[in-house]
Protein backbone atom coordinates (compact mmCIF):
# COMPACT_ATOMS: atom_id res chain seq x y z
CA UNK A 1 0.00 0.00 0.00
CA UNK A 2 1.23 3.47 -0.95
CA UNK A 3 1.83 5.71 2.11
CA UNK A 4 -1.51 7.73 3.10
CA UNK A 5 -0.18 9.70 5.49
CA UNK A 6 1.09 13.42 5.47
CA UNK A 7 -0.72 16.50 3.66
CA UNK A 8 -3.40 15.59 0.65
CA UNK A 9 -4.61 18.43 -1.02
CA UNK A 10 -8.44 18.01 -1.76
CA UNK A 11 -8.37 19.20 -5.23
CA UNK A 12 -10.37 22.20 -6.77
CA UNK A 13 -12.03 21.00 -10.44
CA UNK A 14 -11.16 23.85 -12.75
CA UNK A 15 -14.00 25.31 -14.91
CA UNK A 16 -13.98 27.11 -17.79
CA UNK A 17 -17.21 27.55 -20.08
CA UNK A 18 -19.06 25.18 -18.30
CA UNK A 19 -16.41 22.48 -18.99
CA UNK A 20 -13.21 20.80 -16.90
CA UNK A 21 -10.38 23.35 -18.09
CA UNK A 22 -7.43 20.75 -17.87
CA UNK A 23 -4.76 23.42 -18.60
CA UNK A 24 -5.75 24.98 -14.83
CA UNK A 25 -5.85 21.75 -13.61
CA UNK A 26 -2.37 20.60 -14.80
CA UNK A 27 -0.97 23.74 -13.74
CA UNK A 28 -2.80 23.24 -10.08
CA UNK A 29 -1.67 19.93 -10.10
CA UNK A 30 2.21 20.83 -11.02
CA UNK A 31 1.75 23.62 -7.79
CA UNK A 32 1.51 20.85 -5.33
CA UNK A 33 4.20 18.86 -6.53
CA UNK A 34 6.12 21.84 -6.47
CA UNK A 35 5.11 22.66 -3.10
CA UNK A 36 6.32 19.01 -1.49
CA UNK A 37 2.70 17.85 -0.77
CA UNK A 38 2.12 14.42 0.06
CA UNK A 39 -1.07 13.56 -2.28
CA UNK A 40 -4.15 14.52 -4.36
CA UNK A 41 -7.82 13.75 -3.62
CA UNK A 42 -9.42 13.65 -6.85
CA UNK A 43 -13.39 14.18 -6.62
CA UNK A 44 -13.90 15.24 -3.26
CA UNK A 45 -16.12 17.89 -2.30
CA UNK A 46 -13.92 20.49 -2.76
CA UNK A 47 -13.95 19.10 -6.53
CA UNK A 48 -17.39 19.92 -6.52
CA UNK A 49 -17.85 15.61 -7.34
CA UNK A 50 -21.72 16.18 -6.75
CA UNK A 51 -21.92 17.99 -10.48
CA UNK A 52 -19.21 15.89 -12.11
CA UNK A 53 -20.35 12.99 -14.73
CA UNK A 54 -18.74 10.07 -14.74
CA UNK A 55 -16.75 10.48 -17.40
CA UNK A 56 -15.46 13.30 -16.04
CA UNK A 57 -14.05 11.56 -12.83
CA UNK A 58 -12.78 9.27 -14.56
CA UNK A 59 -10.78 11.36 -17.09
CA UNK A 60 -9.68 13.77 -14.18
CA UNK A 61 -8.40 10.42 -12.25
CA UNK A 62 -6.63 9.35 -15.42
CA UNK A 63 -4.91 13.15 -15.98
CA UNK A 64 -3.80 13.35 -11.96
CA UNK A 65 -2.43 10.34 -12.25
CA UNK A 66 -0.57 10.77 -15.43
CA UNK A 67 0.52 14.41 -14.25
CA UNK A 68 2.16 13.32 -10.51
CA UNK A 69 3.50 10.31 -12.75
CA UNK A 70 4.20 8.25 -9.43
CA UNK A 71 5.24 10.71 -7.65
CA UNK A 72 2.51 10.97 -5.08
CA UNK A 73 -0.42 8.69 -4.57
CA UNK A 74 -3.63 9.74 -5.99
CA UNK A 75 -6.92 9.26 -3.60
CA UNK A 76 -10.33 9.12 -5.85
CA UNK A 77 -13.43 10.33 -4.08
CA UNK A 78 -16.02 7.42 -4.75
CA UNK A 79 -18.55 7.64 -1.79
CA UNK A 80 -21.98 8.59 -2.11
CA UNK A 81 -25.37 7.78 -0.25
CA UNK A 82 -25.92 4.62 -2.52
CA UNK A 83 -24.02 1.25 -1.46
CA UNK A 84 -24.38 0.15 -5.16
CA UNK A 85 -22.87 3.16 -7.05
CA UNK A 86 -20.28 3.35 -4.28
CA UNK A 87 -19.28 0.10 -4.91
CA UNK A 88 -19.13 0.91 -8.72
CA UNK A 89 -16.97 3.84 -8.43
CA UNK A 90 -14.42 2.22 -6.05
CA UNK A 91 -14.15 -0.71 -8.66
CA UNK A 92 -13.83 1.84 -10.96
CA UNK A 93 -11.06 3.46 -9.22
CA UNK A 94 -8.98 0.43 -8.47
CA UNK A 95 -9.33 -0.25 -12.21
CA UNK A 96 -7.62 3.10 -13.19
CA UNK A 97 -4.98 2.94 -11.32
CA UNK A 98 -6.00 4.83 -7.83
CA UNK A 99 -3.77 4.07 -4.67
CA UNK A 100 -6.87 4.35 -2.18
CA UNK A 101 -10.41 5.87 -2.01
CA UNK A 102 -12.22 8.20 0.48
CA UNK A 103 -15.75 7.23 0.60
CA UNK A 104 -17.82 9.58 2.53
CA UNK A 105 -21.03 8.39 5.03
CA UNK A 106 -24.00 8.38 2.92
CA UNK A 107 -26.03 11.75 2.43
CA UNK A 108 -29.53 12.62 2.96
CA UNK A 109 -31.06 9.19 3.52
CA UNK A 110 -29.72 8.93 6.95
CA UNK A 111 -28.86 5.58 7.69
CA UNK A 112 -28.57 4.40 11.31
CA UNK A 113 -24.96 2.84 12.60
CA UNK A 114 -25.53 -0.65 11.52
CA UNK A 115 -26.23 0.71 8.09
CA UNK A 116 -23.39 2.60 8.05
CA UNK A 117 -21.03 -0.48 8.88
CA UNK A 118 -22.94 -2.51 6.23
CA UNK A 119 -22.22 0.49 3.70
CA UNK A 120 -18.45 0.43 3.91
CA UNK A 121 -18.11 -3.16 4.43
CA UNK A 122 -20.21 -4.02 1.80
CA UNK A 123 -17.85 -1.33 -0.14
CA UNK A 124 -14.59 -2.13 0.84
CA UNK A 125 -15.14 -5.89 0.36
CA UNK A 126 -15.45 -5.03 -3.64
CA UNK A 127 -12.66 -3.83 -4.51
CA UNK A 128 -9.00 -4.79 -3.28
CA UNK A 129 -8.10 -0.82 -2.65
CA UNK A 130 -7.61 0.90 0.79
CA UNK A 131 -10.40 2.44 1.81
CA UNK A 132 -10.50 5.73 3.96
CA UNK A 133 -13.79 6.80 5.97
CA UNK A 134 -14.64 10.12 5.27
CA UNK A 135 -17.05 11.85 7.94
CA UNK A 136 -18.43 15.19 7.61
CA UNK A 137 -21.81 15.70 9.37
CA UNK A 138 -21.67 19.28 8.58
CA UNK A 139 -22.61 17.86 4.89
CA UNK A 140 -23.98 14.48 5.43
CA UNK A 141 -26.35 15.07 8.91
CA UNK A 142 -25.69 11.72 9.80
CA UNK A 143 -22.26 11.10 11.72
CA UNK A 144 -19.96 8.42 12.04
CA UNK A 145 -19.54 7.07 16.19
CA UNK A 146 -16.57 6.64 17.59
CA UNK A 147 -17.76 3.09 18.00
CA UNK A 148 -18.46 2.16 14.59
CA UNK A 149 -14.97 3.61 13.54
CA UNK A 150 -13.82 1.29 15.47
CA UNK A 151 -15.82 -1.73 13.98
CA UNK A 152 -14.84 -0.63 10.65
CA UNK A 153 -11.12 -0.42 11.43
CA UNK A 154 -11.32 -4.31 11.90
CA UNK A 155 -12.54 -4.72 8.24
CA UNK A 156 -10.10 -5.37 6.14
CA UNK A 157 -9.08 -2.41 3.37
CA UNK A 158 -9.99 0.21 5.39
CA UNK A 159 -7.50 1.74 6.22
CA UNK A 160 -8.17 5.29 7.86
CA UNK A 161 -10.56 8.08 8.68
CA UNK A 162 -10.68 11.48 7.29
CA UNK A 163 -12.09 13.34 10.45
CA UNK A 164 -14.16 16.37 9.62
CA UNK A 165 -16.10 17.15 12.41
CA UNK A 166 -13.00 19.15 14.38
CA UNK A 167 -14.02 16.83 17.16
CA UNK A 168 -10.57 15.98 19.07
CA UNK A 169 -12.54 14.24 21.99
CA UNK A 170 -13.53 12.42 19.45
CA UNK A 171 -9.99 11.56 17.35
CA UNK A 172 -8.25 11.01 20.42
CA UNK A 173 -11.03 7.99 20.66
CA UNK A 174 -10.70 6.29 17.59
CA UNK A 175 -7.50 6.57 18.04
CA UNK A 176 -7.13 4.83 21.13
CA UNK A 177 -9.74 2.21 20.68
CA UNK A 178 -9.10 1.40 16.97
CA UNK A 179 -7.26 -1.57 15.70
CA UNK A 180 -3.35 -1.11 15.29
CA UNK A 181 -1.88 0.89 12.00
CA UNK A 182 -5.94 2.40 11.45
CA UNK A 183 -5.16 6.22 10.70
CA UNK A 184 -6.69 9.33 11.01
CA UNK A 185 -6.25 12.21 8.87
CA UNK A 186 -8.04 15.69 9.66
CA UNK A 187 -10.52 16.97 6.98
CA UNK A 188 -10.66 20.58 9.05
CA UNK A 189 -8.11 22.98 8.02
CA UNK A 190 -8.66 25.00 11.28
CA UNK A 191 -7.85 22.08 13.65
CA UNK A 192 -5.38 19.91 11.94
CA UNK A 193 -2.63 20.59 13.72
CA UNK A 194 -4.25 20.22 17.00
CA UNK A 195 -4.99 16.50 15.43
CA UNK A 196 -1.65 16.37 14.48
CA UNK A 197 -1.06 16.27 18.68
CA UNK A 198 -3.82 14.14 19.47
CA UNK A 199 -2.26 11.21 16.78
CA UNK A 200 -3.37 11.98 13.75
CA UNK A 201 -1.16 11.74 10.93
CA UNK A 202 -2.22 13.70 8.36
CA UNK A 203 -4.73 16.20 6.70
CA UNK A 204 -7.10 16.44 3.59
CA UNK A 205 -6.95 20.03 3.63
CA UNK A 206 -8.22 22.89 1.27
CA UNK A 207 -5.93 25.15 2.10
CA UNK A 208 -2.96 23.38 0.52
CA UNK A 209 -4.61 24.03 -2.98
CA UNK A 210 -2.70 27.36 -2.59
CA UNK A 211 -0.29 26.89 0.05
CA UNK A 212 0.71 23.79 -0.07
CA UNK A 213 4.85 24.03 0.92
CA UNK A 214 3.45 25.72 4.26
CA UNK A 215 0.33 23.51 5.22
CA UNK A 216 2.77 20.41 4.58
CA UNK A 217 5.86 22.44 6.63
CA UNK A 218 3.60 23.01 9.56
CA UNK A 219 2.68 19.34 10.05
CA UNK A 220 6.16 18.22 9.95
CA UNK A 221 7.23 20.92 12.34
CA UNK A 222 4.41 20.99 14.72
CA UNK A 223 5.10 17.69 17.23
CA UNK A 224 9.05 18.94 16.82
CA UNK A 225 8.18 22.71 17.03
CA UNK A 226 4.43 22.94 18.49
CA UNK A 227 5.28 27.01 19.97
CA UNK A 228 6.82 27.83 16.75
CA UNK A 229 4.59 26.28 14.46
CA UNK A 230 1.48 27.80 16.04
CA UNK A 231 2.51 30.84 16.18
CA UNK A 232 2.89 30.88 12.33
CA UNK A 233 0.03 29.24 11.67
CA UNK A 234 -2.17 31.66 13.27
CA UNK A 235 -1.31 34.25 10.78
CA UNK A 236 -3.33 32.12 8.86
CA UNK A 237 -6.23 32.13 10.59
CA UNK A 238 -7.63 34.61 9.51
CA UNK A 239 -7.59 33.26 5.61
CA UNK A 240 -8.77 29.76 6.85
CA UNK A 241 -11.74 31.48 8.14
CA UNK A 242 -12.54 33.35 4.90
CA UNK A 243 -11.46 29.96 3.04
CA UNK A 244 -15.28 28.63 4.35
CA UNK A 245 -16.98 31.81 4.52
CA UNK A 246 -19.13 30.64 1.79
CA UNK A 247 -19.93 26.83 1.00
CA UNK A 248 -16.17 24.88 -0.37
CA UNK A 249 -15.36 25.24 -2.42
CA UNK A 250 -16.65 28.73 -3.65
CA UNK A 251 -13.46 30.58 -1.56
CA UNK A 252 -10.67 28.44 -2.36
CA UNK A 253 -11.25 28.37 -6.63
CA UNK A 254 -11.75 32.81 -6.09
CA UNK A 255 -8.41 32.75 -4.41
CA UNK A 256 -6.81 30.56 -6.82
CA UNK A 257 -8.37 32.35 -9.80
CA UNK A 258 -6.68 35.32 -7.89
CA UNK A 259 -2.91 34.18 -7.93
CA UNK A 260 -3.17 33.39 -11.43
CA UNK A 261 -3.01 29.21 -11.15
CA UNK A 262 -7.02 28.90 -12.42
CA UNK A 263 -8.20 31.05 -15.50
CA UNK A 264 -11.59 30.99 -13.81
CA UNK A 265 -13.16 30.90 -10.75
CA UNK A 266 -16.51 29.41 -12.56
CA UNK A 267 -18.70 26.84 -10.33
CA UNK A 268 -21.28 24.61 -11.56
CA UNK A 269 -24.65 25.48 -10.26
CA UNK A 270 -26.08 25.31 -7.54
CA UNK A 271 -22.84 27.03 -6.27
CA UNK A 272 -22.23 30.83 -7.46
CA UNK A 273 -18.93 32.89 -7.36
CA UNK A 274 -18.19 34.40 -3.86
CA UNK A 275 -19.95 37.41 -2.45
CA UNK A 276 -18.65 40.79 -3.36
CA UNK A 277 -18.40 41.31 0.26
CA UNK A 278 -16.38 38.23 1.21
CA UNK A 279 -14.39 38.77 -1.69
CA UNK A 280 -13.09 41.99 0.00
CA UNK A 281 -12.59 40.29 3.32
CA UNK A 282 -10.98 37.01 0.95
CA UNK A 283 -8.59 39.27 -0.62
CA UNK A 284 -7.85 41.41 2.54
CA UNK A 285 -6.90 38.28 4.60
CA UNK A 286 -4.60 37.00 1.92
CA UNK A 287 -2.88 40.32 1.42
CA UNK A 288 -1.79 39.95 5.45
CA UNK A 289 -0.63 36.22 4.74
CA UNK A 290 1.26 37.91 1.67
CA UNK A 291 -0.09 35.26 -0.78
CA UNK A 292 -1.26 37.88 -2.85
Avoid at 2 to 18: D, Q, R
Avoid at 44 to 50: F, I, R, V
Avoid at 177 to 206: H, W
Avoid at 212 to 231: A, D, F, N, V
Wanted: glycine share 8%; aromatic share 6%; hydrophobic share 40%.
Amino acid sequence: MSKLTGIFTAIVTPFKKGEVDYSSFKKLIRAQLDGGIDGIVVNGTTGESPTLSKEERERLLLFALAEASNQVPIIMGTGTNDTSSSIEQTQIAKKLGAKAALVVVPYYNKPPQAGLVGHFTAVAKSADLPIVLYNVPSRTVTSLKAETIVTLSKVKNIVGIKEATGDLGLTKNIIRKSKKGFFVLSGDDATYLDLYLSGGVGAISVLSNMAPKQTKSWGETIKERPKETKKEFVKYKGLIENLFSESNPIPIKMALYWMGIIESPELRLPLVELSTENKKKLKSAMKDCGVL
